[in-house]
């Protein structure tokens, strides 16, 4: 691990301490040179040639401001960021205040405020900005990567706006899928189904039993894997629905027939929530405004996580496994960075 100083604030610039600052997969990818957009590389990190931190989301503590730092944000409040690359696996950190929004953190744990940037927002985004979803209809939503950190907040949500869910995860042996199942199920996904399942023939007869014989539509589908789990998912649309791919875990093409784009007249699109975090400033603070009010009222459960604890005395290794693991198999919830006093 590199160790550097950082100076005091000026300006507008703010000094924050990391409590807390999750592992997504896209992280990953960006380490990889697999994503988009990468943090930038600088030179003030006192690295011998220019470095990268990785990391794109974080609570953090202030601990001094500039002179010209905006009233509203105090040394000891909570923030996270409002924006990508910010590069949150490390202790510490100076940033402008624009690139931070400032959270209430009364009634919160700070892997709570960590976690909700990112995941939370992506399903709320999903849910309400590409159809029209009516309860009164009996309208549906079917997802794959259900027991994902999109897909367990997606699930509650969708149960607290009264639409149905047909979740989709991927096959777990015996016991471990029965209590996966009723674990989704008690989060409000009205019915489970694993990976094979979808794909068996005969799974369209299934939902249209579900949905009293077609008359409830399955108008919204949500993928994050990608490939034939996405094409399965694509079969059980209903004509006109909307399909929203926001991930591409199994890094496999999503073929397509011409049936769903024909006859059924499937819409496809693709969300990147650092695209629509930069054309929507205000809506994004509204909408973690909405779901930190929900987690503080007990309406909205956490997704479960690994804390990952690093402090002055944490070696690299530790570090190192737990980014590694991020993509690897079936864990036992999301890793979190959770940083002691520094």
């Given at each position: 691990m590199h160790k550097y100083s950082i100076p005091p604030p000026y300006s507008t610039l703010l000094t924050l301490r990391t409590l807390a600052?999750?592992?997504?997969?896209?992280?990953?990818?960006?380490m990889q040179g697999r994503?988009?957009?990468?943090?930038?590389?600088?030179?003030?990190?006192?690295?011998?040639?220019?470095?990268?931190?990785?990391?794109?989301?974080?609570?953090?503590?202030v601990l001094s401001t500039g002179s010209a730092a905006p009233a509203h944000i105090r040394q000891g409040d909570w923030v996270i960021a409002n924006q990508a690359n910010l590069g949150t696996w490390r202790t510490h950190l100076q940033t402008d205040a624009t690139c931070v929004l400032r959270v209430e953190k009364e009634g919160l744990q700070a892997e709570q405020?960590?976690?909700?940037?990112?995941?939370?927002?992506?399903?709320?985004?999903?849910?309400?900005?590409?159809?029209?979803?009516?309860?009164?209809?009996?309208?549906?939503?079917?997802?794959?990567?259900?027991?994902?950190?999109?897909?367990?907040?997606?699930l509650q949500l969708a149960k607290r706006w009264g639409w149905r869910t047909i979740a989709e995860?991927?096959?777990?042996?015996?016991?471990?899928?029965?209590l996966l199942r009723k674990e989704l199920q008690e989060l409000g996904a009205t019915k489970v189904v694993m990976?094979?399942?979808?794909?068996?023939?005969?799974?369209?007869?299934?939902?249209?039993?579900?949905?009293?014989g077609g008359r409830e539509k399955v108008k919204l589908g949500l993928n994050c894997v990608g490939g034939k789990h996405a094409t399965a998912m694509a079969g059980v649309l209903s004509q006109g629905a909307h399909m929203v791919t926001y991930g591409a875990m199994s890094?496999?093409?999503?073929?397509?027939?011409?049936?769903t784009l024909i006859f059924k007249n499937?819409?496809?699109?693709?969300?990147?929530?650092?695209?629509?975090?930069?054309?929507?400033?205000e809506e994004k603070i509204k909408t973690v405004e909405e779901l930190l009010g929900m987690i503080r009222?007990?309406?909205?459960?956490?997704?479960?996580?690994?804390?990952?604890?690093?402090?002055?005395?944490?070696?690299q290794t530790d570090l190192v496994d737990a980014v590694q693991g991020t993509l690897e198999g079936y864990k036992k919830g999301k890793g979190v960075f959770v940083f002691g006093d520094s």
């Open positions: 600052a999750p592992l997504n997969p896209a992280d990953i990818n960006q994503y988009p957009s990468l943090p930038p590389f600088t030179s003030n990190l006192g690295t011998p040639f220019p470095s990268a931190v990785p990391g794109n989301e974080a609570c953090f503590e405020v960590a976690t909700v940037g990112v995941n939370s927002v992506t399903a709320w985004r999903l849910l309400r900005d590409f159809v029209e979803l009516d309860a009164d209809r009996g309208d549906w939503v079917v997802l794959n990567g259900a027991n994902s950190g999109v897909g367990r907040v997606a995860v991927r096959d777990r042996p015996g016991e471990e899928g029965m990976d094979e399942e979808m794909r068996e023939r005969g799974f369209a007869d299934r939902v249209k039993e579900w949905t009293r890094k496999q093409a999503m073929k397509v027939s011409g049936t499937v819409v496809f699109h693709g969300f990147w929530l650092s695209r629509w975090s930069d054309a929507h400033p009222e007990g309406t909205l459960q956490d997704v479960p996580i690994v804390k990952v604890p690093w402090g002055w005395e944490t070696h």
